[in-house]
């Protein structure tokens, strides 16, 4: 399948794009210091394919008092700060028990998850002010996840990270979009473009939005999601060789008015004769970079979340779409996933029209590697019992027994999210006009007839052949080839649960 990718800004790589300075040779990123890190070997062993990566564990120091100390807090962290004499992990955990408060039901804001980590005095020295700084808002009055995602260790380990695999693209992070994007034929990018521009002249099959959730619903007259913005303060530092002791130095300090400083020739072992520093400053208005996470946006985002639920043919990808903090890796992962689940999984939706039809295939499918996601069955028949599997909706329906289930099924598009396969199976299924079956085409479906020996009232050429008695799972005739090709070639080698192979007489209907 071909891809549109629609980019409101000049370049590609959205957050992560980087360029080299001019001024300095020095690659820079744009949007602030971008880590790879991750435990998930899925999102590692895929990222190499576009990459050279160097390996880079992140260390990140706070200046306070003078002094830099590491960052998350550990054993030095204590011992320079407070002259402890911590020598080991049994007399941290010893210290840090004494020092922090305790919750009987657990923390329920970013404060007290602070104190209860690490306690009064190494929160109001690094947790209160810099939290502060950076959303405009005490950390009693976020949620416990913004103080909860800085790691407190108990022995020297300085890294911020602890995942296995920690790494730098080794020609930066824009070379990945690349050759990623612009390589592949099937892949077109329109860049200096707004969806909401040009989304009445688009006709897709189906849609990521990884925009703010807002935006996307603005005309639905609720308020808008809190973010905070970045604003990066370029300054170049000349004939020096590094600036700070490591490429991140964070500022807590209260009379600053920057949160910390990124030194970008600490990654890669870059050279140059001069370094160049990015201060960030925090503000309210700009570019999205992170949801406020506190319960007024949370049951906010609730809203957005209920009506995002009812879009169809719409996946709402990514920080701005989820309103939630992720990382790189998450991303990547989630994103996975997401093709996992719309090229592996289809619906299967059924027209029980004369009560005669057996229906026992259903849990042989559902069973077996044709991978079903749900079967929604539509019957005339307001008497007849049914055993079907747990995932098997039956919908008993009124009117003519001319309706086909796919009138049916797509008429109800504001009680269920549409699969982006669908199969539909049924017997004499009539020919679809264009203007009826767009809808169903654009969510990539698929019309097969079956025939079994209990149903004697199909006549219908596609469904004439007789079956000799034998499993239920193979009296549903359709190609495996077809259903191949449909489904991306998931292979469909068991005979126990796959549809039979028919030949030239076979009765696929492929619309």
Known sequence: QTSLIIE?????????????????????????????????????????????????????????????????????????????????????????????????????????????????????????????????????????????????????????????????????????????????????????????????????????????????????????????????????????????????????????????????????????????????????????????????????????KSMAQKETDVTFVGRLANYKYFNMDQTIENALQLFDDDVSTLDVIVWHKSCKEDLSWISSWQGGNLPVNRTFIYTNCHDKEFQLPSNAELHKVTGTSSTPAWQHHLARSKEIQFASQNMFVGCNLPMLEAKDSYAAIQRQSIFVDYATLPFKDCKSSKCSRSMSPGSASESFYVSQEGIKRFMGGISLASKKHAPPTLGKSSSTSEK
Not at 35 to 45: A, I, K, Q
Not at 288 to 299: G, H, M, Q, S, T
């Open 8 to 304: 409101r800004r000049d370049h590609i790589g959205g957050n992560c794009y980087d360029y080299i300075d001019e001024e300095t040779g020095i690659l820079v990123s744009k949007y602030g210091a971008h880590l790879f890190h991750t435990y998930y070997e899925r999102v590692w062993e895929y990222i190499q394919q576009f990459s050279e990566w160097t390996p880079y564990e992140h260390k990140v120091v706070a200046l306070i008092h003078g002094k830099h100390v590491p960052v998350p807090v550990n054993i030095d962290t204590v011992n320079a700060l407070f002259d402890a004499n911590v020598k080991d992990s049994k007399e941290m955990d010893a210290w840090l028990d004494k020092e922090q408060e305790k919750y009987p039901n657990g923390p329920t804001n970013s404060e007290e998850m602070a104190m209860s980590r690490v306690g009064k005095r190494l929160y109001e020295l690094i947790f209160h002010p810099y939290t502060i700084k950076q959303w405009d808002k005490e950390p009693r009055d976020l949620g416990p996840e913004v103080t909860a995602r800085i790691p407190v260790r108990n022995n020297h380990d300085g890294r911020y990270f602890a995942d296995p695999h920690q790494a730098l693209p080794s020609k930066g992070y824009t070379a990945i979009f690349q050759k990623m994007v612009m390589t592949n034929p099937l892949i077109t990018m329109k860049l200096n473009t707004d969806y909401f521009d040009v989304q009445d002249k688009l006709k897709c099959g189906k849609l990521y939005y990884t925009g703010p959730i807002d935006r996307y619903f603005a005309d639905m007259g609720l308020a808008k999601l809190e973010y905070r913005s970045l604003d990066f303060e370029r300054r170049v530092v000349k004939d020096t060789n590094h600036f700070q002791p490591m490429g991140v130095v964070n500022h807590p300090n209260a009379t600053l008015n920057y949160t910390r400083i990124v030194e970008y020739k600490h990654f890669l072992d870059q050279k140059s004769p001069h370094t160049i520093l990015f201060l960030e400053h925090s503000k309210d208005n700009g570019e999205p970079y992170y949801p406020v996470p506190n319960p007024e946006n949370k049951a906010l985002f609730e809203k957005y």
